[in-house]
């Protein structure tokens, strides 16, 4: 379908706002970090905001009654220190839908309570496969059994690893490896700092052009979505909910890594039917590339987890096509720029 030329998408600043987001890391609960970055790119844009008492950031686009909030996460999948082995080397549990297969021989961050941070790599247990029997081959990693980080630091007791303020309870980032090429960005936590990023392009251009919402709208910057409970509480006057979110691809999947998906259902149940056909139409008489879609069995928003505390609210949701959902994920600028295009349409309408 042919794109709006009227609504340029500022490729670059779409990008540079995506790394500025990675630069901080952000497993779920630690959120300090990302909150500060994320007000000052709202401080340098003007748009006025809040914060939420848990950890979030509201910002007004302005408008007037009916209030639209869209919701994009800053949170990110991660691991957190269980206990320090014997040998000095950390057991480690998930934060969020991280798996081992998906992250084994990465390397990572760990952040101490007391603001220290060292460095280090997830490692199976024994970890070197020309000197291993042939188990190691075919018995599936395990956080609990065989897997561990091993910090970059010459400790050989779980003594000698305490002693660097390292214990039970300490965050573990993992290294986002940015990179983008023939139009593709691969990158850990595409899911959702790029869909953030493309919020805050959103709000860039229309602060440029002066553009005045058809309705009031508010964007909700979360940090709890990984773990359930990002939008549980939402403003007063809130009546739609919009997540953007990424759309993953699959064998049985519509989603495209270079279109925009509207989702019709996830694994909790469908999005409202007029809610989601308003964005439908809108992407019709746009010329936005666009698919509808269905994400079962382990897929959800934010949107559902505002439905599900009881909000009299409809609900929908976005996003690119991404390709190895919370693993080293992949979508295209085109995924991105058909999100903007609907997502800036949908505000203006």
């Keep these: 379908m042919a794109q709006n030329i009227l609504k340029p998408f500022d490729e670059q600043y779409c990008i540079d706002t995506f790394k500025r987001l ?7 609960g630690m959120y300090e970090d990302i909150q500060k970055v994320l007000c000052e790119i709202l401080d340098e844009l003007g748009f006025p905001y809040y914060l939420t008492h848990k950890g979030g950031v509201i910002a007004d686009l302005g408008g007037e009654g009916n209030t639209l909030c869209v919701t994009a996460h800053l949170d990110d999948i991660g691991l957190m220190v269980r206990h320090v082995n014997a040998d000095g080397t950390l057991n480690v549990c998930p934060v969020g839908g991280l798996y081992p297969f998906y992250c084994v021989t990465e390397n990572v961050r760990i952040h101490t309570r007391e603001g220290r941070v060292f460095t280090g790599s997830i490692c199976r247990t024994p970890n070197s496969i020309h000197v291993t029997e042939e188990e190691l081959r075919v018995t599936p990693p395990d956080f609990r059994k065989n897997v561990c980080v091993v910090l970059d630091a010459d400790v050989h007791s779980a003594a000698e690893t305490k002693a660097l303020g390292i214990d039970t309870g300490d965050m573990i980032a993992l290294y986002p490896r940015f990179e ?7 990158s850990r936590f595409v899911d959702d700092k790029a869909c953030a990023a493309v919020l805050l392009t959103v709000m860039k251009a229309m602060k440029a052009e002066k553009a005045v919402p058809g309705r009031k709208i508010l964007a909700y910057f979360a940090f709890y979505e990984e773990i359930g409970h990002g939008t549980v509480w939402l403003p007063e006057g809130v009546k739609d909910i919009l997540a953007v979110d990424i759309a993953p691809v699959g064998p049985d999947q519509n989603s495209d890594e270079h279109k925009v998906s509207i989702f019709a259902k996830d694994s909790r149940f469908p999005y409202h039917w007029g809610f989601t056909n308003e964005l439908r139409d809108t992407a019709i008489r746009e010329g936005v590339d666009f698919c509808m879609d269905i994400f079962t069995p382990h897929y959800g928003t934010d949107g559902d987890a505002s439905v599900t505390a009881g909000y009299d609210i409809r609900h929908a949701a976005i996003g690119p096509g991404t390709l190895n959902s919370h693993g080293y994920e992949r979508t295209h600028l085109d995924g991105l720029r058909n999100t903007y ?3 800036k349409a949908f505000f203006e309408r």
């Design 22 to 28: 990675l630069a901080a890391d952000s497993t779920t």
């Design 180 to 186: 983008l090429s023939g139009g593709y960005l691969k």
């Design 341 to 343: 295009l609907l997502l």
